[in-house]
């Protein structure tokens, strides 16, 4: 069937969003006169959420005494600046150019709760060309269930078979597989180092944003 939509997920696969994480946990570290730790430390944790990444910032269990008000310190934080530093990864500019000059539709499918999520999207100016945005707000179950693709198949009316969904995460794959969507991963996102995108089952794996320009020339000469 003929592709008629791109869907992304959000952070690690549209758009940079480390940066900010990054910036958020380095300066609570300082204001506890707390050395600054890795940048990478961080970003390796990206896609395991606040829990995750204040975790492996002040290297404590979630359990610990503490932990929470820091989690909760780190969410304010974000919610106050989740914009200043994000940025669409390198060639996606180019991409979604792409797909709309090729009149297709693209949109935004993430874990991502919309409190944090459409601000971003409005900060980068992309919340006018996107279709629809779907959060963890909209549905009753998150990725990697498939009702948010779901959703969003039924919102843009399209057939679940045209509909290409991009992720950086296993539960992407998962999520659009199981709703009947093309899947695929890519390797540039926020992959854990003990994770391999290969092991997903995704239909294509790419190291590139600019590598999808030819999964969507095949998908668009395919009937």
Not at 167 to 175: A, K, Q, V
Request: charged fraction near 25%.
């Amino acid at each position: 069937m003929r592709l008629r939509a791109v869907l992304f997920d959000m952070d690690g696969t549209l758009l940079d969003t480390a940066p900010d994480f990054i910036a958020i946990c380095q300066a609570m570290l300082a204001e506890r006169g707390l050395p600054a730790v890795p940048d990478k430390l961080i970003r390796d944790e990206v896609s395991g959420g606040a829990k995750a990444m204040v975790a492996a910032t002040f290297a404590m269990s979630p359990d610990a005494e503490g932990f929470e008000a820091l989690r909760l310190e780190f969410l304010e934080r974000y919610q106050r600046d989740c914009a200043v530093h994000s940025k669409l990864f390198d060639g996606m500019a180019e991409l979604l150019a792409d797909i709309e000059k090729a009149n297709l539709i693209w949109g935004v499918v993430t874990n991502k709760p919309v409190r944090f999520a459409q601000p971003i999207m409005d900060q980068l100016g992309l919340s006018q060309r996107s279709a629809l945005l779907i959060c963890p707000d909209h549905v009753t179950r998150s990725k990697p269930d498939p009702e948010p693709l779901t959703l969003a198949c039924k919102m843009l009316d399209l057939d679940p078979a045209s509909v290409l969904f991009v992720g950086d995460d296993l539960r992407d794959i998962e999520s659009g597989r199981d709703a009947g969507t093309k899947t695929a991963a890519v390797r540039y996102g926020y992959i854990h180092p003990n994770d391999n995108p290969d092991h997903w089952g995704a239909d294509v794996v790419v190291d590139h944003p600019l590598e999808l320009r030819k999964v969507l020339d095949n998908a668009l000469c395919s009937c």
